[in-house]
């Protein structure tokens, strides 16, 4: 018991966020950018939370994941400046607020907001 206590207080281990995530993150702000002053905006910022935001956040530093109803209460826990962005995202009263509050959250993950070579060298098709 005692074990298994340690390794839950532990955590999992960290793990960097992938070239497929970060590019599809940047290209989700993108998305968001061009889509300002639209009903998609919202849909499009929203969707992209879980899977290319938080959760690769909490993959980065090494949490343990949590359900999306608990993520204000965790992070505010854990990193309580990482909630009152996400709190940002999730209760902007305009599309800019919600962008400006989006790119912040990205660039905690990811750094800049600019594509990138996978670096991957490209291969003849036959």
Not at 90 to 110: G, P
């Amino acid at each position: 018991m005692a074990e298994a206590q340690a390794l839950y207080a532990a955590g999992p281990t960290p793990r960097p966020v992938s070239e497929f995530t970060r590019f599809m993150l940047v290209d989700t702000v993108m998305d968001a950018r061009a889509s300002l002053q639209t009903p998609v905006h919202t849909l499009t910022v929203m969707a992209s939370l879980g899977p290319l935001l938080v959760r690769p956040l909490y993959a980065a530093h090494g949490w343990w994941d949590v359900k999306r109803e608990h993520w204000l209460s965790d992070l505010g826990a854990r990193a309580p400046a990482v909630a009152q962005e996400l709190r940002l995202v999730l209760s902007a009263a305009t599309d800019d607020a919600r962008q400006a509050a989006f790119e912040v959250l990205a660039r905690r993950l990811i750094g800049q907001l600019e594509y990138t070579d996978g670096g991957t060298e490209p291969e003849l098709v036959p």
